[in-house]
């Protein structure tokens, strides 16, 4: 079938908040260099709600979340005077944000707590309001079922609306890496989430992975 | 390994569409990727698949959290690790003793002179003190309200409006989203917190209603409070003070653990 829909790109809120206040973050950095509280405190305020988002739906325990948040600004803190500007600001606190994240994922007793199998949510309605927040349940059930490198970039690229080359600069690995853990995070997505919601096609396989793969 | 594929093939439109979904393409790669996306059924339909996993990921939260409680633990881990340093860096007080030289008897006299007070300055401190504490006395006399003069009120004493909000602690083995699901089958959300003992705030109807009035607001957080008071998830939930004045009775007190 032809279509001529057109392909008008998502835009997240994400992405209008990157584009105004990355000069912004820039400046209040500059501050903290100098023991600024106050501009620590609100590049902190800017944060926060992301990273709080991000990391309790990958850890689903607020404790956890907040104990990455704030060792990455203990680190933002101390090396603030060392950001020369080569990255935006999101790019470089993400990128330690990253780093803390995927040790506290990798301590043994933590991995254990997190990937504990809990009761899936209750079947997705045909109801459309609830379709959304449904399926995000349904997602948040299937990603934890992720390697934790895929895991964080789906979060990177579907929740927080980072490029490519963001992510590949965040996890500090080849272009080409992301695209195949996202290839793969796809790829078991679309075998679990049929069978979880009936929301993606169920022909057993998993689409444009016979010519996906390389 | 995956091949990094010509963005204008099949292969290289598939890798690319996740970007396609969430914006962050740049326009000449979407020139290269769209007429693929549209004149293929298997991009499209997945393209649909990926818009649906940004949306659904980019859904507003049913629980937010408060930046400031945890931004406190944060400055109390810098100051003492600032204060840790400090100390490990400064040198002891007998090493200081033994490096500052003693000050000699002459400049133990300036020391001591630029501490004193002459006298006369005290007796005129003095005497502006009596004279003012007088004046204070007298104008408090004359000042003194007659008996059917109208009390003065302060600010304070009108009660202040009722926040309408229950708090609430979640038993410590529930998960975000068993916490969500009691809010949600509870016709509550999240309006506060939490706050450093892990209590958030929570009020009747969905995230961003506000269009209760006082009396409604009463008698939903008096429903409100009953479902989450007999919930074997909710470890305590306790109407905040001032509130219930008129259901009262409805409210009998916080349920403790």
């Known amino acids: ?173 080849p272009v080409n890496t992301v695209k195949t853990r996202l290839f793969h995070a796809r790829a078991k997505l679309q075998r679990l989430l049929p069978a979880l919601g009936g929301i993606a096609p169920t022909d057993g396989g998993v689409r444009g992975s016979s010519r996906g793969k390389g | 390994m995956i091949a990094s594929g010509d963005p204008a093939s099949h292969e290289g439109a598939w890798l690319a569409l996740p970007w396609l979904a969430n914006g962050r393409l740049s326009q000449a790669e979407r020139d290269k990727i769209e007429p693929h996306v549209r004149e293929c059924a298997e991009c499209r339909e997945e393209l649909a698949f990926q818009r649906l996993l940004c949306n659904a990921l980019t859904e507003p939260d049913r629980v937010t959290y408060a930046p400031g409680p945890s931004f406190r633990k944060l400055m109390d881990r810098i100051d003492g690790a600032g204060q840790q340093s400090r100390k490990a860096t400064e040198p002891n007080s007998k090493t200081l003793a033994t490096l500052v030289p003693r000050p000699s008897s002459r400049s133990r006299r300036w020391s001591s002179l630029e501490v004193w007070r002459p006298p006369g300055l005290a007796w005129a401190a003095s005497f502006v003190l009596m004279v003012g504490l007088a004046a204070v006395f007298t104008t408090a006399n004359r000042s003194a309200p007659a008996p059917d003069a109208p009390v003065y009120r302060t600010h304070t004493d009108t009660p202040a409006p009722a926040p309408n909000v229950l708090h609430i602690i979640f038993q410590g083995s529930l998960t975000i989203s068993e916490a969500e699901q009691v809010l949600r089958s509870s016709g509550a959300h999240i309006v506060e917190g939490p706050d450093g003992q892990g209590i958030f705030g929570v009020a009747p109807g969905a995230s961003g209603s506000n269009n209760a009035t006082p009396s409604r607001t009463t008698r939903e957080l008096n429903v409100l409070w009953a479902r989450l008071h007999t919930d074997p998830r909710v470890r305590w939930v306790e109407p905040v003070p001032g509130e219930y004045s008129a259901g009262a009775a409805e409210a009998p007190g916080p349920r403790g653990p």
């Not at chain 1, 973050?25 to 100098?34: F, H, K, Q, S």
């Not at chain 1, 080569?86 to 007793?109: C, E, H, M, V």
């Not at chain 1, 949510?121 to 349940?137: G, I, M, V």
Request: contains cysteine; hydrophobic residues 35%; glycine residues 6%.
């Open chain 1, 1 to 173: 079938m032809k279509g001529t829909q057109s392909i008008d790109p998502h835009t997240s809120s994400e992405s209008n908040y990157r584009g105004g206040s990355a000069a912004r973050e820039v400046e209040l950095i500059a501050r903290i260099a100098n023991g600024d509280r106050k501009a620590f405190e609100e590049l902190y305020g800017l944060y926060h709600r992301r990273l709080a988002r991000f990391l309790t739906r990958l850890t689903k325990r607020y404790d956890v979340a907040e104990e990455v948040i704030n060792d990455t600004f203990y680190i933002v803190w101390r090396k603030a005077g060392d950001f020369r500007g080569d990255s935006q600001p999101s790019t470089w606190i993400l990128g330690i944000a990253y780093r803390k994240a995927r040790n506290a994922f990798r301590s043994s007793s933590r991995i254990l707590a997190m990937e504990n199998p809990e009761a899936p949510p209750p079947p997705l309605t045909s109801e459309e309001s609830l379709k959304t927040e449904e399926l995000r349940d349904w997602l948040v059930h299937a990603l934890v079922q992720l390697p934790v490198e895929q895991r964080l970039a789906v979060e990177l690229c579907y929740e927080l609306g980072y490029s490519c080359e963001e992510i590949s600069s965040i996890m500090s690995c």
